[in-house]
């Protein structure tokens, strides 16, 4: 439905070896801008990036062309970068601009099982929900720790199992704290 067809050499190659399936299988997040379309899919192992102005379609794989295994979360960056977290291998990626693969973001603190990402432009942090540490973990853009908001319990600025985010334009960042089953607000 968005227009993308394949070239002559994709149709070729499909021809000789067979037609490789491109279809969404679980998808669980999106991000887009400039016309282009992220999909975050772990049924897939990537994340399916829809170049409407190009008409292109790619299935984004991890470093080296092997699959990110849990694909969650999504966050556009202030270049038009991709931030993916991947749960299963408690790693953040990015995707930058016509990459043919994830590339993995260099931080200072490990996380456990990242889920939710959200990047603020204003202030170039990443934040990131650590589902398994209860926890979001705010990161410069270089990697580095700025702070760490939470931590295990039922209290105000407290999470079970954090997943998702989402900051807004006036700077609230909005954290679905899933068992504790709320939704918490933070200012800037």
Partial sequence: DLGIAKGFFARLKD??????ESRLVRPMAVVAG??????ADPGAGGV???DTKAGDYRL???????????????ARGADGEVYVTDSKLAQVFVIRRDAA???PLRL??????????????????????????HRIAVFAAD????????RRGPADGEFNYPTYLCLAA????????SLNFRLQAFDA
């Fill in 108 to 133: 200072d603190a490990p996380l456990r099982q990242p889920t939710g990402i959200a990047f603020d432009a204003a202030t170039r942090r990443l934040y990131v929900a650590d589902t398994a540490q």
């Fill in 34 to 39: 400039d016309g282009v379309i992220h999909v």
């Fill in 15 to 20: 021809f000789v070896f067979g037609e490789a």
């Fill in 143 to 150: 990697g580095r720790t700025v702070a760490q908001i939470g």
């Fill in 170 to 177: 006036e700077g609230r960042l909005y954290v679905t704290d």
């Fill in 48 to 50: 399916h990036r829809f």
């Fill in 60 to 74: 984004i794989p991890g470093p080296g062309g092997t699959p990110l295994p849990s694909p969650v979360g999504l």
């Fill in 101 to 103: 693969e994830a590339a």
